[in-house]
């Protein structure tokens, strides 16, 4: 693939290039050459980068290893831990140019290193080498774990990201939320209106926890059919209700029309269940979610439970 075609491909894709140096001319340098093609940010320390990826996940780093305070193979470290950073690379940028800072960069995983100095020229041309790598492993991976209907993520995501949520949440004595989503008299709804519009409808469903739910760390998924979950790190109690009632109230007032409802319109019912501070115990969760999403919907529907 050519430079220009790679640009091309990487600049209609809103990249975000995070900087990380505590030089001010390297750091002027390098967010400079990098501006006409990615949307480049600066950070002067280790611990200022892993703030910044894990409230906004950049597409690559550019990382100097040797900084005061949390060096950059430390802050490295701390991002391969953390579930929603791992997978994000890393170009290491070292003054060192012996074997044993070599072997310390490629240890530590990174997808590359610069030695300094270097031109900008080697500097874009070895970013756009790895992000258009990137980029086409992001399309594998989304359509690997999205549903192809509604675009949103499948179960096969929401098994291994629920998972993964549950043992940082156990490690960071946190809690995570769980919502469990059903669509009311959705075979009616079939029956009704015909398996296009009932299409559609999934869509809109889908589309409204989605756009409730802001924080990078929040996940909607398809569970299957007309259900969906929704999975809420860091989140206690009281949010997974507030979550759950703001959906619930978020469809009814959609005013769409159902026939085939009780209601004559369109309506959900959740059910919320918490995985408490430092338990692993996933499968338990989403069964108790699963349990006050039936006794919401033996209760009359169109509401949250929490459990």
Known sequence: MSDSLVTKTISSQKIVVLVVEDDLISATISTQALADSYDAHHVSDGQAAVDFCEST?????????????????????????????????????????????????????????ISKPFSVKTLRHRINAHLSVKILTDELKRLATSDGLTQIHNR?????????????AARNKTPLGLLMIDIDYFKQYNDTYGHLKGDDCLKVVAAAPSSATKRPTDCVARYGGEEFVVVLPNTDAKGVQYVGEHLVEVIRELNLTHAGS?????????????????????????????????????????????A
């Open 57 to 113: 996940p950049p597409d690559l780093v550019l990382m100097d290893i040797n900084m005061p305070g949390m060096s950059g193979l430390e802050a490295y470290d701390v991002l391969k831990k953390n579930v929603i950073t791992k997978d994000i690379p890393v170009i290491f940028i070292t003054a060192a140019s012996d074997p044993q800072s070599e072997d310390e960069c490629w240890d530590a995983g990174c997808v590359d290193f």
């Open 262 to 306: 009780t209601f004559k319109k369109l309506t959900i019912s959740i059910g919320g269940a918490i995985v408490e501070q430092g338990s692993r115990e996933t499968e338990k969760v989403i069964e108790q979610a699963d349990k006050k999403l039936y006794a919401a919907k033996q209760n009359g529907r169109d509401q949250f439970l929490m």
């Open 156 to 168: 096969r995501f929401f098994d291994t990201y629920f998972l993964e949520q549950s043992e940082l």
